[in-house]
Nanobody
Framework: QVQLVESGGGLVQTGGSLRLSCAAS????????MGWYRQAPGKQRELVAT????????TYAASVKGRFTISRDNAKSTVFLQMNSLKPEDTAVYYC???????????????WGQGTLVTVSS
């Protein structure tokens, strides 16, 4: 069974940078789109960024465009989120997602990581 394991969260000052990583473990047959969501205290979970299988297509939330960069390493089944110029409003639990091929159902299903906390102090 494929699991997603995130790392790289922590405490950073306003204007600082962090790099999140999310690696798929287990028997990975194929990963399609991957992405990052976040959920701030008292708010709904929101999409941050997505990346296609090839890495050539990316999308970003308007609030992070120009500051965050999503990338992936297919050889390592890993997706990254480089976060620069961080603001207090970026404080949230960040979750990675991946569309993983399930051999039993022969379909792609969306997996979620456990989340990693990013705190930006003012």
């Amino acid at each position: 069974q494929v699991q997603l394991v995130e790392s790289g969260g922590g405490l950073v000052q306003t204007g600082g940078s962090l790099r999140l990583s999310c690696a798929a473990s287990g028997t990975v047959y194929s990963l399609n789109d991957m992405g990052w969501y976040r959920q701030a205290p008292g708010k709904q979970r929101e999409l941050v960024a997505t990346i296609s299988n090839s890495g050539r297509q990316t999308t970003y939330a308007a609030s992070v465009k120009g500051r965050f960069t999503i990338s992936r390493d297919n050889a390592k089944s890993t997706v990254f989120l480089q976060m620069n110029s961080l603001k207090p409003e970026d404080t949230a639990v960040y979750y990675c997602t991946a569309d993983s091929f399930d051999v039993d159902s022969t379909r792609y299903r969306t997996l979620w990581g456990q989340g990693t906390l990013v705190t930006v102090s003012s």
